[in-house]
DNA sequence: TTGCGTGCAAAGGTTTTGCATGGCA
DNA sequence: TGCCATGCAAAACCTTTGCACGCAA
């Protein structure tokens, strides 16, 4: 994992403040794109991809990408809350992300690390699947 | 789930063919025409892309998306095998995809499920990390 | 005959890259 | 001043779609 190294330019000042408003929420280099734009300081695509690679690079952004049509998701990590720590379930039917702190789960690490020989890191690993409120939903759409 | 209904033509069943005998690992459009096309029975790419959605649906065929940038891969379910869905392990490093058959693991979607009323779907879900081949390497260059 | 399947090319969308210019340190 | 960052446009990719023609049933 690189260094934060690079200067300091209005546009990765103003990424980086959007990236951290929106911390709780996954969000895309379109939505990025138009919020800035509408702010009145507009950043260039290439600009915005090659600031997030960075970023992403030395650990300050996760970056998810689970279906390659609708483009990869960004969000910010936010320290205070050790997502170093745990897993995150995420919602294919409304997005949602879930923070999973759970010692039974944190044992899959060592798990694996001795039986296969592998080590994992939790915070570039999500869970793909339903959660609780969207099964709910799908009950209630069969009844 | 959708029943296989359709007609049978020669691109569909040498796009079968190959799935089959490829059932082991994973595989990519671009894999698929290559070889067809080295074959010499070339299927063209957007039938690839339709037979596929097609074998997705019904359930005979599973894809992936691991990362928007490679594209999706896709793997015949083998029945005879018994082989319940697995999860996967991505290297960060080399980008070697694994897969993990462990029963052990499996009990993981149990557990979140009666726990955190999340319903995991393993075939969208992927462990990222470091293979043991990496952390080898890694440990060279240190020395 | 009917209507799905196919191939080609074009379109769509996301992400990357080349290159000249701009701006931080 | 020396580099890195930026912006634009073009390119690179993967995937989908429109349309005319082919082919299975």
């Known amino acids: 994992m690189k ?3 690079g200067y300091n330019t209005r546009q990765k000042e103003k990424l980086l ?5 929106n911390k709780e929420k996954h969000t895309n280099v379109q939505e990025i794109s138009a919020f800035l734009t ?22 300050k952004v996760r970056k998810y990408s689970f279906d390659g049509k609708t483009g990869a998701c960004y969000q910010f990590i936010d320290e205070s809350k050790d ?15 879930i923070h999973l702190d759970c010692d039974h ?9 001795e039986h296969h020989g592998f080590v994992i890191d939790p915070s570039q690993t999500v869970f793909y699947g339903c959660c609780s409120d969207c099964l709910q939903a799908e009950k209630d759409d069969r009844s």
């Open 3 to 5: 260094r934060d190294s």
């Open 17 to 21: 403040d959007y990236l951290i408003r």
């Open 38 to 59: 509408a702010e009145g300081t507009p950043v260039g695509t290439a600009t915005i991809y090659r600031q997030l690679d960075k970023l992403v690079e030395c650990g």
């Open 83 to 97: 997502c170093h720590e745990h897993f995150h379930l995420k919602c294919l039917h409304c997005g949602k992300l």
């Open 105 to 113: 789960l944190m044992g899959i690490n060592e798990h694996i690390a």
